[in-house]
Structures are given as C-alpha cells and as structure tokens.
C-alpha cells in the first residue's frame, strides 16, 4: 500500500478564497486567493493541502507545473482510499 499519491490540480489564483471546488475530469480544481508572484501561489497550494489533509506541509510537493496553472502535485503519509476521502 503507497503512502505517497500524485494527483493531477489545476488551480485558479486571485479568487475571492482559497478553496477546495472539486473533482473535474480527474483532476482536482482548486482556488486560491493569492496572486502567482514569486511562488505565492504555490505555497499557499502546499499549505491548504496540507491543513486540509492534516499533513506537514513537506508532505506536499509540486512535481510539475511550478510555473503552470496546470500541476502535478505529490502528497505523501496517506494511503489512496484516505486522501480521496479529505479531497471529496
């Protein structure tokens, strides 16, 4: 059993909140509040994850997309069946 999952997010910045929306096609759709200036937007990714999945936030790493709305993130410390479940 894998303790570490890659999902597929695609992410809107500067939106009214930062927020989970939903499944999509397959990939996860979230909002965020920030601006993507600097890596804003990608910490702020890494730490609504993390709060919303009860994990450190080095257990959320982005693999691809750093510059991309488009991003492939990895989260480690939970089996599939469980992050499916904090990310429904």
């Known amino acids: 059993m894998s303790l570490t999952n890659t999902i597929p997010i695609k992410v809107n910045t500067h939106t009214k909140k930062n927020e989970i929306v939903g ?3 397959g990939v996860l759709q979230i ?3 920030t601006k993507p200036i ?3 937007a990608n910490k702020e990714l890494c730490r ?3 709060n ?3 994990l450190p936030i080095s257990a ?3 693999k691809q997309g750093g510059t991309s709305r488009n991003k492939l993130v990895s989260i480690s410390g939970l089996t599939k069946d469980k992050l499916r479940a ?3």
């Open 31 to 33: 909002h965020l509040k």
């Open 38 to 40: 600097k890596g804003q």
């Open 86 to 88: 904090y990310l429904d």
């Open 23 to 25: 499944w999509q096609e």
């Open 60 to 62: 959320i790493t982005i």
């Open 52 to 54: 919303h999945c009860h």
């Open 48 to 50: 609504l994850l993390a």
